[in-house]
Structure formats: C-alpha cells, structure tokens
C-alpha cells in the first residue's frame, strides 16, 4: 500500500502490547508485542479504536489505560463513546485503500461538481446546482455544464428520501435546466423553463489534476494571476509548475480561488505559502500545532518538529497582497493558507464564509495486522480518521473555527464560466486590484432557509474537507 510522508514525519512504534485478563483488556506499556487476539468475540478491531484514541485523539484526557472492551458490541460503539462533543470531523470507516485514494484526488465520479439545495418550488424536493464540471469527465462528455440544475435521475424527481441512493447509482441519466438569478436575487432564481436530458453518464475513477485554472489578464496595468485550485493533494508537480507560470509572467496580484477546495495534505500547503509569501521569510513560523501530552512526547523523543515553516523554495510570486475567493467549500487547509498567512501579508477575502474547520487530523490504520473480522473485512481496512490537534498561526491565533466571514460578501450564483473576468467574485478582484467598479448586480446576503448549502456537500467525498496528515500505526 502506498505510504504518505505525513508532516510530523513520526516514525513510531506506537501502539503497544495488549494482554487479555478476564475480558478486561489493558495497555502494557512495557511491550511491544500484540499477544492473545483469539476471543470468544473478535475485539481486535474494538481494540485498535480504544488504543489509537488513546495515543493521537487531541481530546483524549477521558479515554482511560484500562477497558472492558465486552461491554461494546461494534468497533462504531467504541469511536462514538468516547467522541467528543464538539467534535465534528473524526470518523471511523472500514474502507481505509478506498479513502487513501480520496484523498489523492482519485476516486469514482461523474466529474460534476454540485451543490445540493431545496427547490424553490416544492421543499420536500432537492435539485443539485452544477458549480464545476472536471475536464474530460463523463459529465462533460454528456454536456453538463457550471449553471444547471439538476431536477431528475433516471427520470424520477430527486427528493430528501432519494436523493442519496439515486445520486450514488454507476449509470443515470440527468434532467436539468439552465439556473436564471434575476437580478442577482437568489429568492428569485428561476430553472424551469427548458428541461434537458443528458444521454447516459457512466461514473469513471478519475486521477484529478488539482490545479484546475492557471492564467494571467493584463488590465489597467497590473498583471492579475489567476489560479483555480481543488485540493491540496499530495502530488506538488503541477502545483510548482502553475506557481511557476504566474512567476514567469511576472504577475503584480494574485486572485487565489479556493471556492471549490476542501483541503489536504499540510506538506502540499506548506509548499504553496512558502511559494507566495515573499522571498526572506523562509524558516518563519508557519503553523502551530497543539497535540495531546502523549503524542508531544512522543514527537519530542523522535525528535520530530511540530510547527511548520516556510520553507526555501526555488520560486516565489513576491506579492504583497492577496485575494482569496471562497465559499462554505473552503475548508481546513484552505482556510489554513489564509490565517498562517495573514500576519506576513494583505489578504482580501470575497465570497461566502469558509466551512471552519480548525483542527489537523490523521488517516490511521493498522497496516500490520493482515487479519480479518468477523464479516470477512481486512483489519487493515478498519481506520480513523482522527483529531490530533489543533492549526494556529504564528500571531497563536485560531482564527478560523467559524469560518473565515468574507471582506466582500458575494454568493456564487454560478454565473459565467470559473476563470472568466466577468465571473463576479472573479470581477470583484479586479476591481479592487484596479480601483474600477466591477459590474455586478446589487445581491443580498441569503437567507438561511433559502441557502443553496442547506443540504448539504457537494459530490467530491467528504473527506476532502479536512487538513490531512497520514500514518499507518506500526506493530513491532
């Protein structure tokens, strides 16, 4: 299985030996070695839950060194009781190869980006705004385009009881027409007059290439970048080489759109401030990392460094000020880029408010364990997705927990093509960049019973909203 280099570089034999003593199981901490994993009932997986709460979960003061592990029926049952409340990102998941892969912008999909949201017309119905579709997709291929709306699969109405089993089918065809916002009026918009059917749509495993957009429009005398940016994967060569464009081109501004990006990997946003702040700030303090008393000790004995800095980098934009375009989408490492990079320049955000989410986590498995439960599942599979501390910036400010409010509040209403100078968050930019109006419709901010987010995300999994470090736990 492919290993991701995580940020705290920990080399670790962490989870330490077990033995079994009336069912009430208990952490030796002077061994290494896993013993007596044959039980009237399998508690292997039971077992890899309690322990690696134990060790990395940032909130783990009340998980205890003894456990009666009888007492849960499912490893689920082990996660949920020692959750913390507040709590909103960890997970636990048996489907560890295939989460790996999300992460890594390579899933199944039909490579349209939506978002889903009630329909104006009848609240018990879901309709899907189409806000990106990825280049060479079977969406794009069918000629689903930024601006429908999605009303149908296979004919039947999508609804808050279907829409879940109809939109995660292989094959479908779509019904949807063209999103109308009459003067930039969200409780007025309009996509009924002219329905379309798209020929059948057949998801594909998609290798997506984060870096969607890389341009540069000369206007008014300044040389505004442009970059469209999906996630924060853990492959930077096309990063480096779209940061490299803008470079060469000697761009004066930088319009950063982050509307469309979940988050990643804290190696890959690393790379990309150290390339963005101005040259003479490699080595500053990036982020800041709280952790638990255990694994900090742990990171202090293998001598591994906890911040993040930036880092000397062969290219760098040499900008003063930034502007950044977000939307509910922006999320964790996004949100991240903006705060560890506020107190070194100008940041001017226009949008809607980021997702919040303010903690660093970790894809844990036990790669080791080449056992299988109950159900025939491999306990390599078995993972959590885990809390392990919690982003400040350099100024030790958390800035961001509910969300980041925009300096210039402006929904997307899905208007024009992403790039374009006349999409508005984009033309709102270049306005502020060149001191001219941009012409956009007057628009108020959207009522929450109205909000096109009120259901939920958008079709990338939901994994992708989260600022990500990986490492499998060892067994030695």
């Known amino acids: 299985m492919k290993k991701i280099t995580t940020y705290l570089l920990l080399i670790l034999a962490v989870i330490v030996g077990c033995t079994k003593?009336?069912?009430?199981?208990?952490?030796?901490?002077?061994?290494?070695?896993?013993?007596?994993?044959?039980?009237?009932?399998?508690?292997?997986?039971?077992?890899f839950v309690w322990e690696t709460m134990y060790t990395y979960y940032y909130w783990n003061d009340k998980i205890p060194t003894r456990l009666n592990l009888s007492q849960f029926n499912t490893p689920n049952d082990v996660f949920e009781y020692f959750l913390y409340p507040e709590d909103r990102f960890s997970s636990i998941m048996n489907n560890y190869t295939e989460t790996e892969s999300f992460f890594n912008n390579v899933y199944?999909?039909?490579?349209?980006?939506?978002?889903?949201?009630?329909?104006?017309?009848?609240?018990?119905?879901?309709?899907?705004f189409v806000q990106y579709v990825y280049k060479d997709s079977p969406g794009e291929a069918a000629g689903i385009q930024r601006g429908d709306v999605i009303t149908k699969v296979n004919g039947q109405p999508l609804n808050k009881t279907n829409y879940k089993s109809l939109l995660s089918?292989?094959?479908?065809?779509?019904?949807?027409s063209k999103l109308s916002v009459p003067n930039g009026i969200w409780e007025a918009r309009e996509y009924y007059d002219t329905e379309y059917t798209s020929p059948l749509i057949t998801k594909v495993s998609m290798d997506i290439d984060p870096v969607l957009q890389v341009s540069t429009h000369e206007i008014d005398g300044h040389k505004i970048g442009y970059f469209l940016y999906d996630s924060f994967d853990d492959g930077t060569e096309t990063l480096t080489q779209a940061i490299e464009k803008l470079a060469d081109e000697q761009i004066t501004e930088l319009v950063l759109d982050l509307r469309l990006n979940g988050g990643?990997?804290?190696?890959?946003?690393?790379?990309?401030a150290s390339m963005?702040?101005?040259?003479?700030?490699?080595?500053?303090?990036?982020?800041?990392t709280d952790v638990n008393p255990i694994l900090e000790k742990i990171i202090k004995e293998n001598n591994d460094e906890l911040n993040l800095y930036f880092s000397e980098q062969n290219t760098h934009l040499n900008i003063n000020k930034l502007y950044v375009l977000t939307s509910s989408q922006t999320a964790s490492a996004s949100e991240e880029l903006i705060s560890g990079l506020s107190p070194y320049m100008d940041?001017?955000?226009?949008?809607?408010?980021?997702?919040?989410?303010?903690?660093?986590?970790?894809?844990?498995?036990?790669?080791y364990d080449k056992g299988t439960d109950s159900d025939g599942i491999n306990y390599s599979e078995w993972a959590l997705y885990l809390v392990v501390g919690v982003c400040k910036n350099s100024?030790?400010?958390?800035?961001?927990?509910?969300?980041?409010?925009?300096?210039y509040w402006l929904p997307d209403y899905f208007e024009s093509s992403l790039g374009n100078v006349e999409e508005p968050l984009f033309a709102k930019a270049i306005s502020l960049i060149t001191g001219n109006q941009a012409p956009i419709a007057k628009r108020t901010k959207i009522s929450a019973n109205n909000?096109?987010?009120?259901?939920?995300?958008?079709?990338?999994?939901?994994?992708?909203?989260?600022?990500?470090?990986?490492?499998?736990i060892s067994r030695q």
């Open 264 to 272: 990643g990997y804290i190696t890959t946003l690393g790379k990309l």
């Open 169 to 176: 089918l292989d094959s479908y065809t779509l019904t949807y």
């Open 276 to 288: 963005i702040i101005p040259s003479g700030n490699e080595n500053k303090l990036f982020i800041q």
């Open 395 to 407: 100024a030790d400010e958390m800035n961001f927990k509910d969300g980041f409010t925009p300096d």
């Open 451 to 472: 909000d096109y987010t009120f259901i939920g995300a958008s079709e990338k999994p939901i994994y992708k909203q989260n600022l990500t470090i990986n490492r499998s």
């Open 108 to 128: 199944v999909t039909d490579g349209i980006n939506f978002i889903l949201g009630e329909d104006r017309l009848n609240r018990d119905n879901v309709v899907a």
């Open 347 to 367: 940041i001017e955000i226009i949008g809607t408010p980021t997702y919040g989410k303010y903690t660093t986590n970790m894809l844990l498995n036990d790669n």
């Open 21 to 47: 003593d009336d069912n009430d199981i208990y952490r030796d901490e002077s061994s290494n070695k896993s013993r007596n994993r044959s039980y009237t009932k399998d508690y292997t997986v039971h077992q």
